[in-house]
C-alpha cells in the first residue's frame, strides 16, 4: 500500500482500468472525465485472453462473461464468400465498447469517477513538484501522478512530449450493429472476415441477445475529418460491398445507424513518461484495429503501471520509466504488425505472407502475455536486494 494520490485523465477502457487496479491495491485515485456519462454510440471490440486475464484479476470476469460473447472461431473469406482459412480464437470475448467500459466503471464505486470534467492541460511541476491537472471551467486538481489517458488526440500528452503528427491511415471504418437473429449460425456466433482488393469486412457478435458488430473497412473518402465519429447513410456500406459473398450482403442489410471513423496511428515515441505525469493506452502508443489490440494493450498498460505504483514511495520517475521500458517494446511490435494487417487485409496480399500475424501465425506472444506477472516483475526488479 502506498499513501500516493493518483489523478486519471480519462475514464475510458484504459483509464477505468488502471484506476480499478490502483483502488485494489489500497491507492487514492480520482478520474476525471470530460463526457457526463458512458457514450451509448460505439463500436465493438474483441477482449482477447490477454486483456480479459487482467480484468478477471480484478474480479470483473463473471460479469465480463455474463455479457460479452464467446467468439469460438475465425473465417477468412474472399470477397465471394470462399474460405481462405478457418481457425480457433482461443479466449476471445465480443463486447460492446461501452459496455466494457461499464463494467470496469462499475467495479470502481461511487465518488471516484468525476464526468463533466474537460482537462484542458496538465502542469508537471506544480504544487510542491506535484503535478495539477487544468479544467475548461478554470478549476484544478493536484496529484502525486498524473495518468494521461485520454486517447489518440490527447490534449494532456503535450506535458509530456509533443507527440509525432499523426498518419492517417488512408482508410475508414464504417461501423454499426446489426441484429444476427435468423442468420446462419456461422456469422451468428462466430467472427467473419471477408478481404477484398483495396477494403475488407469484419463481423461478429458482441452480446448474449444476438447483436452483431460489423466493421467495413474502404478508402478513406476525399476531405477530412476531425471528428471521432459521424454518422453516414447506410446505404454506403452497402454500395461498398455491393456484389460480394449473399452472406456479407445479409449482415449489411440488417444495418441501420452506420458511423464512419477515419483511422489513423503514430509512430512510436519516446517518452512517455516526465516527471510524476505519465502516458497510457492510445494516448502512448495509438494503433490502427487490425489486430483487435487496441483495448487490450491499454489494460495491459494498466496492469503492470499499476503493479509498479502501488508500491511507490519517493521513486517515482523512476518507477514510470520502468513502466515504459516494460511496456515499448510490446507495443511497437504491435502497432507495427497492426499497420501490416490493414495493408494486407486490403490489399489483397496472399495470406501465406501473414509473418507473426496471420491466420496461420502463431499469436502465443500476444495472446499469452501476462501483464500482471510482467508488472509483478518490474515491480520486484526495483526493490532493495
Known amino acids: ?32 472525465e470530460r463526457r457526463d456519462g458512458v457514450p451509448p454510440v460505439g463500436s465493438g471490440l474483441g477482449l482477447a485472453a490477454n486483456g480479459h486475464r487482467v480484468l478477471a484479476g480484478l474480479g470483473l470476469g463473471p460479469a465480463l462473461d455474463r455479457t460479452g460473447a464467446p467468439i469460438p472461431t475465425m473465417r477468412m473469406l474472399a470477397a465471394d464468400g470462399a474460405e481462405l482459412a478457418h481457425y480457433d480464437t482461443g479466449r476471445l470475448l465480443g463486447m460492446r465498447r461501452a459496455d466494457l467500459v461499464r463494467i470496469v466503471l462499475d467495479g470502481l464505486g461511487p465518488g471516484v469517477v468525476h464526468h463533466g470534467r474537460e482537462c484542458v492541460g496538465v502542469d508537471v511541476d506544480g ?7 487544468r479544467f475548461a471551467d478554470g478549476s484544478t486538481a493536484t496529484a502525486d501522478v498524473v495518468v494521461v489517458a485520454d486517447g489518440l488526440r490527447s490534449r494532456s500528452a503535450a506535458a509530456v512530449v509533443t507527440p509525432p503528427a499523426l498518419r492517417p491511415s488512408g482508410i475508414s471504418a464504417l461501423r454499426g450493429f446489426v ?10 456466433t462466430g467472427q467473419n472476415a471477408w478481404l477484398g482488393a483495396d477494403r475488407h469486412l469484419l463481423s461478429y457478435p458482441v452480446d448474449r441477445h444476438g447483436t452483431l458488430n460489423f466493421a467495413a473497412f474502404v478508402p478513406r473518402p476525399d476531405g477530412s475529418a ?7 447513410d447506410p446505404d454506403t456500406v452497402r454500395v461498398a ?32 513518461s516526465r516527471g510524476r505525469v505519465v502516458l497510457l493506452g492510445d494516448a502512448a502508443h495509438p494503433m490502427l484495429p487490425h489486430m483487435g489490440q487496441g483495448a487490450n494493450q491499454a489494460i495491459e498498460d494498466a496492469a503492470v503501471l499499476a503493479a509498479l505504483l502501488g508500491e511507490a514511495d519517493g521513486d517515482v520517475p523512476e518507477r514510470l520509466a520502468t513502466y515504459e521500458a516494460t ?15 490493414g495493408e494486407r487485409f486490403s490489399g489483397a496480399r496472399d495470406l501465406t505472407s501473414a509473418g507473426d500475424s496471420g491466420a496461420d501465425g502463431d499469436l502465443s506472444w500476444v495472446y499469452g502475455y501476462d501483464a500482471p506477472a510482467a ?10 536486494s
Not at 480519462?10 to 487496479?21: N, P, Q, Y
Not at 476531425?226 to 453516414?232: P, T
Not at 452506420?258 to 512517455?272: E, G, N, S, T
Not at 511496456?327 to 494487417?341: F, H, V, Y
Open 127 to 133: 504544487d510542491g513538484d506535484r503535478p495539477v491537472v
Open 241 to 272: 460491398y455491393a456484389g460480394w459473398d449473399p452472406e456479407a450482403a445479409a449482415v449489411l442489410a440488417r444495418a441501420g445507424e452506420v458511423y464512419r471513423y477515419d483511422l489513423a496511428d503514430r509512430d512510436p515515441f519516446a517518452p512517455w
Open 179 to 188: 441484429d444476427g437473429h435468423g442468420l446462419p449460425e456461422r456469422l451468428a
Open 1 to 32: 500500500m502506498t499513501g500516493l494520490r493518483v489523478a486519471v485523465v480519462g475514464g475510458g477502457i484504459g483509464g477505468a482500468t488502471v484506476a480499478l487496479a490502483l483502488v485494489r491495491r489500497g491507492v487514492e485515485v480520482a478520474v476525471y
Open 226 to 232: 476531425d471528428e471521432w465519429s459521424f454518422r453516414v
Open 327 to 341: 511496456r515499448r517494446p510490446r507495443t511497437d511490435r504491435i502497432q507495427g504488425q497492426s499497420r501490416r494487417n
Open 375 to 384: 508488472g509483478r516483475a518490474a515491480a520486484a526488479g526495483l526493490r532493495p
